[in-house]
């Protein structure tokens, strides 16, 4: 299981350009979909956990994810299988290869995957709100959130915690109500 | 050895105070590798961030390798490295002890239930802002596009796709 789990997020750190939310759809599919590790939402959850705390979102998912499935082992294997690949390429980097960027072959391939990985995040979107049946308040709240965060500095950490904290009240009197 | 001490502590610092991940953490960084250490110049600055954006990997750990090798080679690179994401660990593990604390709690539940669609939104806004750098022309767009389908509608997988892109960027451009 363990060699399993360096393996997985091995391949996810090897994957994951443009860091941040791109590894997110890449991570979904082995983890979600594959493995059937954790549930979607589930998984959304540990994206908010790692969105609102500091440290980048990929190392952050694997400690999370590692720790639920095998604890305090598994957080740390899955870790160092996230930042394994990219340690080690830029060590190459560092060491040889530090003008390979301007190679014109490289930089057009790059100029390929870049609307790819947007293709990628999109998709993961669709598919994310087509599995919790998004409509109605909840997709305007999906839409609002976007709009905020692309039009203005507002930090998505305040976003969480208002759309959190708003979520209990709203659901406690909704819930409180049938009861006697 | 001084400047391992600093490697580290800079680098814990950077880990443990940049909220957000990814282009969220680059003023920090910059401040404390070019204005505080005088480690880089801006320009070598944006060569790494360049260098990040074309290797796999989350960028604090890319710039903490390269940062920890110019500064104190192998050793430096490992130093650092750690040292970026030791908070995360820390923080993580105390997150997910008081989160299986909560777990079923009914407000815990609420919580989670009220954010699902924020973080809809937030990874929604990573695709426009990707493609704001992503689409520079119209052969752009189609490829994106084009990947869409595939990947939403025939279940093609993410890392072909980002292959079978690079090979396209190669060709069209």
């Known amino acids: ?180 | 050895m001084a400047n391992l001490i600093k490697l580290f502590l800079s680098f814990f610092k950077i880990g443990a105070f940049s909220f957000g991940g990814g282009y969220a953490m680059l003023p920090l960084m910059k401040e404390i590798v070019i204005d505080e250490h005088h480690w880089l110049v801006n320009s070598e600055f944006i060569d790494i961030l360049a260098i990040s954006e074309m290797t796999p990997g989350p960028i604090a750990i890319n710039m903490a390798t390269f940062l920890g090798y110019r500064v104190g080679g192998f050793l430096g690179s490992v130093v650092a490295t750690t040292a970026v994401v030791l908070p995360s660990f820390i923080i993580m593990s105390l997150i997910f002890h008081f989160v299986n604390k909560f777990k079923g709690s009914p407000l815990s539940d609420y919580f989670f239930r009220g954010i699902r669609p924020v973080v809809l939104g937030l990874i929604a806004s990573a695709a426009v802002s990707v493609a704001m750098d992503a689409y520079i022309d119209l052969k752009a767009v189609l490829i994106s596009l084009v990947l869409f389908y595939f990947i939403t509608f025939k279940n093609l997988k993410a890392i072909p796709a980002i292959i079978i892109a690079g090979i396209a960027g190669v060709i069209v451009y």
């Not at chain 1, 709240?141 to 709203?170: E, H, K, M, Q, W």
Request: aromatic letters at 12%.
């Open chain 1, 1 to 180: 299981m363990l060699l399993d789990l360096f393996k997985t997020f091995f391949k996810i750190g090897a994957f994951t350009i443009g860091g941040g939310y791109a590894m997110i759809p890449i991570i979904q599919e082995e983890i979600v979909d594959k493995k059937n590790w954790v549930s979607e939402e589930d998984f959304m959850d540990v994206i908010a956990i790692s969105q609102g705390s500091p440290g980048p979102i990929a190392v952050n998912v694997s400690i999370f994810i590692g720790y639920k499935l095998k604890g305090v082992k598994g957080a740390l294997t899955c870790m160092l299988g996230t930042i394994l690949p990219s340690f080690l390429i830029i060590l190459l980097v560092a060491t040889v290869f530090f003008r390979f960027r301007n190679n014109p072959v490289i930089s057009q391939a790059f100029m390929g995957i870049r609307p790819a990985i947007v293709a990628l995040i999109a998709s993961a979107v669709y598919k994310m709100a087509k599995k919790s049946h998004l409509k109605g308040i909840r997709l305007l709240i999906a839409i609002a959130t976007s709009l905020v965060i692309v039009f203005t500095d507002i930090s998505p950490i305040y976003l969480i915690i208002i759309a959190g904290l708003f979520a209990i009240l709203y659901y406690s009197r909704k819930d409180g109500k049938g009861e006697p």
